[in-house]
C-alpha cells in the first residue's frame, strides 16, 4: 500500500506488550472483520481510487476506511467524530485500522454523520 498513509506493523515490538497483536485476543470480532475487508476486491465493487494518487498528501486506504465504517456500524457509532474518538482511544479499533487515526472529516459525504 505503499502511496497512502502507512499502517502500523501489528507485530512490530513496543514498550509494554509484545506487539500490538498482543493487545486483541485470537477470537476477538474484529479479527472477522479484518479478514472481511481484506478479502474484498474493492475495486470490482465500485470502490474508486484503490490506487495511490502521484500526487499530493497520501490519502487513507479504502479498505482502512471500510473497516472504520463496519466498526462504527457493528458497535453503534454514527457520529464521525465519535469514531475519530474511537480510533485514537479504543485498543480494538486502533489494531483494526493500523492506528491511522483519520480524522472526523475524512467521510464519503459532507455532513457530519456516517451513514450505514
Same mark, same amino acid.
Given at each position: 500500500?505503499?502511496?497512502?498513509?502507512?499502517?502500523?506493523?501489528?507485530?512490530?515490538?513496543?514498550?509494554?506488550?509484545?506487539?500490538?497483536? @498482543?493487545?486483541?485476543?485470537? @477470537?476477538?470480532?474484529?479479527?472477522?472483520?479484518?479478514?472481511?475487508?481484506?478479502?474484498?476486491?474493492?475495486?470490482?465493487?465500485?470502490?474508486?481510487?484503490?490506487?495511490?494518487?502521484?500526487?499530493?498528501?497520501?490519502?487513507?486506504?479504502?479498505?482502512?476506511?471500510?473497516?472504520?465504517?463496519?466498526?462504527?456500524?457493528?458497535?453503534?457509532?454514527?457520529?464521525?467524530?465519535?469514531?475519530?474518538?474511537?480510533?485514537?482511544?479504543?485498543?480494538?479499533?486502533?489494531?483494526?485500522?493500523?492506528?491511522?487515526?483519520?480524522?472526523?472529516?475524512?467521510?464519503?459525504?459532507?455532513?457530519?454523520?456516517?451513514?450505514?
Amino acid at each position: 500500500m505503499s502511496g497512502f498513509i502507512a499502517e502500523a506493523s501489528r507485530s512490530q515490538t513496543t514498550l509494554f506488550p509484545e506487539s500490538l497483536d @498482543d493487545y486483541i485476543d485470537a @477470537d476477538n470480532p474484529v479479527r472477522i472483520v479484518d479478514v472481511f475487508v481484506n478479502e474484498l476486491d474493492l475495486q470490482s465493487l465500485g470502490f474508486g481510487r484503490t490506487d495511490h494518487a502521484q500526487t499530493g498528501r497520501p490519502g487513507y486506504h479504502p479498505s482502512t476506511l471500510l473497516k472504520l465504517y463496519i466498526y462504527g456500524y457493528l458497535n453503534r457509532i454514527q457520529s464521525s467524530r465519535r469514531l475519530e474518538r474511537e480510533s485514537r482511544r479504543n485498543l480494538e479499533l486502533i489494531w483494526l485500522i493500523g492506528m491511522t487515526c483519520p480524522r472526523h472529516l475524512i467521510q464519503p459525504a459532507s455532513s457530519n454523520v456516517v451513514s450505514c
